[in-house]
């Protein structure tokens, strides 16, 4: 019995230690959730920052492959039938809780119309006509257009024409990702197709606004030539082409932007700042106000100083595109009447970002002085823009110190500051 | 000698199968656990039973709740809770900066193990993990533990977002408001009351859900947020549509601001079942409320819904006065300079309504619509010819149409 005992606790121990020695899954060979995945109870062992880095590195491609990526949990759903799908759909539009726009449930719903529509958009579409609800129909055709293939966009877009009610209500539209889908397909045809598609745009009252895929090497300088193109652009509409030829060639952009300006003697700062609110991300128009920033360098000096004087209104309020744009003027004391004319702009939206230019701009010698004339000259109704300007405070103070201001003039000017509201 | 060695072999394959079992237990060894503030938070991560592999159901439901909680939230929060507080530090040490419209699938997917890691660490030790982010340096661990701690505990993550401010700038302030308010809705009524009151002002209106046992009527009564209360009326609306409905009505008859909750409850049960039963749900309450809450929110209503949507509430109001009234809010919204009230002016019965509701609102005063109150008289002109074309009007009624626009 002791024999059997000994074996029993010497088998427990081995088998205690070689489970222990069989190595931590690392992502790569523990993904067990591409399409068709079973949701493993084995739970990832991680612990260290690079053990997170590998996981994520292994899942990312799980999320790549879908409609929307960070809908992370349209993954599985490669793994269901058309059958599943619709069954899904036919039970979760009787879902409370599809009533509030960001529940999970409504994200389940979207994506689940979403997968089907990538699969089969004919099913999925002719399943969305047959709701009773207009209002689920409406809520629902975005998915439609998220998931519509783009090789069938424009034919999609006839789709939208014809049904243009199931798209937009007075609350919205939501037909943009086939229009744009439809756009790209026009562009990658050249520059006549994108004027063609344009035109058909405009008669509808439709316009492709975000982010077109130009393909490599197109030819925007004819673009901007053909009719529809050049009357888009001269009534300031269709303004993402500029924003795409800024992009890739800057310099041509800018120049076209300014000379057409000049021809319809308009301002010439008109469009040029147009796209920053467009452009999809923060890093982006960071990139797009230095490449604006450098190529103004070969403009004259007026025209120079309208674009950097219109620059401190149009991108203060973007962290790092006003920063980004007057760091990348070349000329040093075009750059310094750029810093200076950013603290004045700033100094009753942003203070401690005020001072910063003021810092960078001035000599140590009169920055005082100068801070006193600004705040002297501002708007008596300046008043702060978000509920965290006061929270600011403690940031000034510090600049102020560390231009060894005597305490007693920092308190004046956090005072001057403060009490303009 | 066969029956001599199995009895060993049985003690050698028991010992070894409980040998991995031990190995592979769950372990709570290196996840202290219990908040250090005393204050009661969120439970500790869920997690999903392990047992045989079985796929996941493909029903709606079961579904839903994977998107709540999508696989890769499951993992992180699944590690976090077995990682010491050091490894969980470390973790938040090395999350991706917070940079606007730049996120990769990789940076997205660290962002996810971050929040698991903060909501961890906030759980074992209150504001402590706070303050350690905010000596820490990291903007990416400090936004990650705020957000933490405003879900689980507003009250006293709150204060800490006067640092965050001041050390990386205010535009994250709105998400630690919002993750404290949808986590406080889907506690209850008291956590969120106290959530609106420490943000107060803070304009809310909207969370992603409710709890499963929400007391909807206590909040409706106590809030101060007017768009939390649409929000939460059409969220009960859904789940309960007669107890709503008896609230919407109580409600209206006492105070006018109930009437732009009118097209929310409307549109919580249309999108549930149609326009025409929604419509027939709602328009008794409407007509039952007392002037002038009663053709205020039929107008509401009338502006707030696409015109093609209309038509059903239009069926389903016997009175002339308030058919009138929900083609003037339609109109009213139009900014397509008549062509989308023709849907609406179309739904109207008979020639007389249409004619007194063109009249009323050519009329020019506040019940008329932008496109038929700019420009001159004759640009005013120039619009409502198309649409007497098209709805043909009368030769009698068009000459009193066109009568009824002011000049100059």
């Given at each position: 019995m002791a024999r059997l005992l000994l074996i029993f606790l010497l088998a427990g121990l081995a088998g205690w230690a070689g489970s222990r020695r069989v190595?931590?899954?690392s992502g790569e060979d523990r993904?067990?959730?591409?399409?068709?995945e079973i949701r493993s109870s084995a739970k990832p062992r991680l612990r260290t920052p690079d053990d997170f880095k590998s996981w994520a590195a292994s899942r990312a491609p799980r999320l790549e492959?879908?409609?929307?990526?960070?809908?992370?949990?349209?993954?599985?759903?490669?793994?269901?039938?058309p059958q599943d799908i619709r069954a899904a759909l036919d039970q979760g539009i009787h879902d409370p809780a599809v009533i509030l726009s960001m529940s999970p449930e409504s994200k389940a719903l979207h994506a689940l119309l979403s997968e089907w529509t990538r699969r089969d958009p004919d099913a999925a579409w002719a399943w969305l006509e047959s709701l009773p609800s207009a209002t689920m129909r409406w809520q629902l055709a975005g998915s439609i257009a998220a998931g519509w293939p783009a090789e069938r966009a424009e034919e999609a877009l006839e789709l939208v024409l014809a049904h243009r009610d199931s798209f937009e209500n007075s609350k919205g539209y939501s037909h943009s990702p086939i229009v744009q889908k439809a756009f790209d397909a026009a562009a990658a045809r050249g520059p006549a197709a994108c004027d063609a598609m344009l035109a058909r745009l405009r008669a509808q009252g439709l316009t492709a606004s975000f982010g077109t895929d130009f393909p490599a090497g197109f030819d925007f300088a004819a673009l901007v030539r053909l009719p529809t193109a050049a009357e888009e652009l001269a009534e300031g509409r269709a303004t993402h082409i500029l924003d795409a030829w800024m992009a890739r060639d800057p310099q041509a952009a800018l120049d076209y932007m300014v000379s057409m300006n000049r021809e319809q003697g308009a301002e010439i700062t008109r469009n040029l700042f147009s796209g920053f609110n467009r452009t999809q991300g923060g890093a982006e128009r960071t990139e797009r106000a230095a490449r604006l920033g450098a190529a103004i360098a070969r403009l004259p000096e007026l025209e120079q100083h309208q674009i950097v004087e219109a620059a401190t209104t149009e991108l203060w309020?973007?962290?790092?595109n006003l920063k980004a744009f007057i760091g990348a003027i070349p000329d040093a004391a075009l750059r310094g009447r750029a810093q200076l004319a950013a603290a004045r702009e700033l100094i009753t939206k942003d203070p401690p970002a005020a001072l910063e230019y003021l810092e960078a701009g001035t000599?140590?010698?009169n920055r005082l002085e100068l801070l006193q004339e600004m705040l002297a000259a501002r708007p008596k109704e300046a008043t702060a823009y978000n509920p965290f300007y006061r929270q600011r405070e403690q940031a000034v103070r510090k600049t102020l110190a560390a231009w060894n201001t005597p305490p007693e003039r920092a308190d004046a000017f956090v005072k001057l500051l403060w009490n303009s509201r | 000698m066969r029956r001599h060695l199995l009895p060993s072999i049985l003690a050698a394959a028991a010992g070894l199968a409980a040998g991995w079992l031990v190995a592979h237990a769950p372990s709570s060894s290196t996840a202290e656990s219990g908040p250090a503030s005393g204050k009661s938070v969120t439970a500790p991560a869920r997690h999903r039973t392990d047992g045989p592999e079985a796929p996941p159901a493909r029903d709606f439901t079961s579904y839903a709740k994977r998107a709540a909680r999508p696989l890769e939230q499951e993992e992180a929060e699944a590690a976090a809770a077995r990682m010491s507080t050091g490894e969980l530090r470390e973790v938040l040490l090395a999350a991706p900066d917070i940079v606007w419209g730049r996120c990769t699938p990789e940076d997205y997917l660290l962002h996810i193990a971050a929040d698991a890691a903060a909501a961890e660490l906030f759980r074992r030790e209150g504001v402590v993990s706070i303050e350690w982010a905010e000596g820490a340096g990291k903007k990416a661990a400090n936004a990650a533990l705020l957000k933490a701690g405003c879900a689980a505990d507003p009250a006293a993550a709150k204060p800490h977002m006067q640092f965050f401010a001041e050390t990386y700038g205010y535009e994250l302030g709105w998400s630690f408001a919002g993750a404290a308010l949808n986590a406080a809705a889907l506690r209850n009524v008291n956590d969120l009351l106290q959530v609106e009151k420490l943000w107060s002002g803070g304009g809310f209106d909207y969370v992603p859900g409710f709890a499963a046992d929400f007391d909807f009527p206590t909040y409706l009564a106590r809030t101060g947020e007017p768009r939390m209360k649409e929000t939460a009326l059409a969220a009960w609306a859904a789940r309960d549509p007669d107890a709503a409905l008896a609230a919407f009505r109580e409600g209206i008859a006492k105070d006018q601001h109930w009437t732009d909750a009118a097209w929310k409850i409307f549109n919580s049960r249309a999108t549930l079942t149609s326009e025409e039963e929604a419509a027939r749900w709602l328009c008794p309450a409407l007509t039952g409320a007392p002037d002038p809450a009663r053709s205020m929110a039929i107008a509401n209503l009338g502006s707030d819904l696409a015109p093609s949507r209309v038509a059903a509430l239009m069926e389903n109001l016997p009175e002339d006065r308030d058919r009138l009234s929900l083609a003037l809010g339609a109109m009213r919204s139009d900014m397509s300079g008549g062509k989308s009230s023709l849907a609406t002016l179309q739904a109207l019965p008979g020639e007389e309504l249409k004619v007194q509701a063109l009249a009323k609102a050519c009329s020019g005063g506040r019940d008329s619509p932008y496109w038929l109150r700019s420009g001159s008289a004759e640009d005013r002109r120039a619009r409502l010819v198309p649409l007497m074309d098209q709805l043909q009007i009368s030769e009698a009624g068009r000459q009193r149409l066109l009568s009824a626009i002011p000049a100059g």
């Amino acid at each position: 019995m002791a024999r059997l005992l000994l074996i029993f606790l010497l088998a427990g121990l081995a088998g205690w230690a070689g489970s222990r020695r069989v190595p931590a899954p690392s992502g790569e060979d523990r993904d067990s959730s591409a399409p068709g995945e079973i949701r493993s109870s084995a739970k990832p062992r991680l612990r260290t920052p690079d053990d997170f880095k590998s996981w994520a590195a292994s899942r990312a491609p799980r999320l790549e492959a879908h409609v929307n990526w960070y809908t992370s949990y349209q993954a599985e759903l490669g793994a269901w039938s058309p059958q599943d799908i619709r069954a899904a759909l036919d039970q979760g539009i009787h879902d409370p809780a599809v009533i509030l726009s960001m529940s999970p449930e409504s994200k389940a719903l979207h994506a689940l119309l979403s997968e089907w529509t990538r699969r089969d958009p004919d099913a999925a579409w002719a399943w969305l006509e047959s709701l009773p609800s207009a209002t689920m129909r409406w809520q629902l055709a975005g998915s439609i257009a998220a998931g519509w293939p783009a090789e069938r966009a424009e034919e999609a877009l006839e789709l939208v024409l014809a049904h243009r009610d199931s798209f937009e209500n007075s609350k919205g539209y939501s037909h943009s990702p086939i229009v744009q889908k439809a756009f790209d397909a026009a562009a990658a045809r050249g520059p006549a197709a994108c004027d063609a598609m344009l035109a058909r745009l405009r008669a509808q009252g439709l316009t492709a606004s975000f982010g077109t895929d130009f393909p490599a090497g197109f030819d925007f300088a004819a673009l901007v030539r053909l009719p529809t193109a050049a009357e888009e652009l001269a009534e300031g509409r269709a303004t993402h082409i500029l924003d795409a030829w800024m992009a890739r060639d800057p310099q041509a952009a800018l120049d076209y932007m300014v000379s057409m300006n000049r021809e319809q003697g308009a301002e010439i700062t008109r469009n040029l700042f147009s796209g920053f609110n467009r452009t999809q991300g923060g890093a982006e128009r960071t990139e797009r106000a230095a490449r604006l920033g450098a190529a103004i360098a070969r403009l004259p000096e007026l025209e120079q100083h309208q674009i950097v004087e219109a620059a401190t209104t149009e991108l203060w309020a973007g962290p790092g595109n006003l920063k980004a744009f007057i760091g990348a003027i070349p000329d040093a004391a075009l750059r310094g009447r750029a810093q200076l004319a950013a603290a004045r702009e700033l100094i009753t939206k942003d203070p401690p970002a005020a001072l910063e230019y003021l810092e960078a701009g001035t000599d140590p010698a009169n920055r005082l002085e100068l801070l006193q004339e600004m705040l002297a000259a501002r708007p008596k109704e300046a008043t702060a823009y978000n509920p965290f300007y006061r929270q600011r405070e403690q940031a000034v103070r510090k600049t102020l110190a560390a231009w060894n201001t005597p305490p007693e003039r920092a308190d004046a000017f956090v005072k001057l500051l403060w009490n303009s509201r | 000698m066969r029956r001599h060695l199995l009895p060993s072999i049985l003690a050698a394959a028991a010992g070894l199968a409980a040998g991995w079992l031990v190995a592979h237990a769950p372990s709570s060894s290196t996840a202290e656990s219990g908040p250090a503030s005393g204050k009661s938070v969120t439970a500790p991560a869920r997690h999903r039973t392990d047992g045989p592999e079985a796929p996941p159901a493909r029903d709606f439901t079961s579904y839903a709740k994977r998107a709540a909680r999508p696989l890769e939230q499951e993992e992180a929060e699944a590690a976090a809770a077995r990682m010491s507080t050091g490894e969980l530090r470390e973790v938040l040490l090395a999350a991706p900066d917070i940079v606007w419209g730049r996120c990769t699938p990789e940076d997205y997917l660290l962002h996810i193990a971050a929040d698991a890691a903060a909501a961890e660490l906030f759980r074992r030790e209150g504001v402590v993990s706070i303050e350690w982010a905010e000596g820490a340096g990291k903007k990416a661990a400090n936004a990650a533990l705020l957000k933490a701690g405003c879900a689980a505990d507003p009250a006293a993550a709150k204060p800490h977002m006067q640092f965050f401010a001041e050390t990386y700038g205010y535009e994250l302030g709105w998400s630690f408001a919002g993750a404290a308010l949808n986590a406080a809705a889907l506690r209850n009524v008291n956590d969120l009351l106290q959530v609106e009151k420490l943000w107060s002002g803070g304009g809310f209106d909207y969370v992603p859900g409710f709890a499963a046992d929400f007391d909807f009527p206590t909040y409706l009564a106590r809030t101060g947020e007017p768009r939390m209360k649409e929000t939460a009326l059409a969220a009960w609306a859904a789940r309960d549509p007669d107890a709503a409905l008896a609230a919407f009505r109580e409600g209206i008859a006492k105070d006018q601001h109930w009437t732009d909750a009118a097209w929310k409850i409307f549109n919580s049960r249309a999108t549930l079942t149609s326009e025409e039963e929604a419509a027939r749900w709602l328009c008794p309450a409407l007509t039952g409320a007392p002037d002038p809450a009663r053709s205020m929110a039929i107008a509401n209503l009338g502006s707030d819904l696409a015109p093609s949507r209309v038509a059903a509430l239009m069926e389903n109001l016997p009175e002339d006065r308030d058919r009138l009234s929900l083609a003037l809010g339609a109109m009213r919204s139009d900014m397509s300079g008549g062509k989308s009230s023709l849907a609406t002016l179309q739904a109207l019965p008979g020639e007389e309504l249409k004619v007194q509701a063109l009249a009323k609102a050519c009329s020019g005063g506040r019940d008329s619509p932008y496109w038929l109150r700019s420009g001159s008289a004759e640009d005013r002109r120039a619009r409502l010819v198309p649409l007497m074309d098209q709805l043909q009007i009368s030769e009698a009624g068009r000459q009193r149409l066109l009568s009824a626009i002011p000049a100059g």
